[in-house]
Nanobody, 123 residues
């Protein structure tokens, strides 16, 4: 069973930055797509950013493109989401997810999920 653990969430002011991390001791990182998704209260879950196993392909939602960067360190079994220029609209629970390659896009079906880390951005 795949276990994913997110960290790095918190409360910040608009314009500030946060870096989320997702680690796993059970997942073979080198052949999996990794993704970050978020869900605000009363809203549907949305894809934020995803990345291919080798890191060469990345995908972003329009709402975060240019502000967020997804990356991964397969040797450390860790995926990251660097979030800059945060806005109040970015407030949500952020989830890490994984799936087997191929098909790493935002619209793909991700099968394993972490418990989430809360990000709150105040104006």
């Amino acid at each position: 069973q795949v276990q994913l653990t997110e960290s790095g969430g918190g409360s910040v002011q608009a314009g500030e930055s946060l870096k989320l991390a997702c680690t796993s001791s059970t997942l073979v990182f080198s052949n999996t797509c990794m993704g970050w998704f978020r869900q605000a209260p009363g809203e549907r879950r949305e894809g934020v950013a995803t990345i291919s196993p080798g890191g060469s392909d990345t995908y972003y939602s329009e709402s975060v493109k240019g502000r967020f960067t997804i990356s991964r360190d397969n040797a450390a079994n860790t995926a990251y989401l660097q979030m800059n220029s945060l806005k109040p609209d970015d407030t949500a629970m952020y989830y890490c997810a994984s799936k087997r390659w191929p098909g790493c896009g935002l619209g793909s079906e991700y099968s394993s999920w972490g418990q989430g880390t809360q990000v709150t951005v105040s104006s």
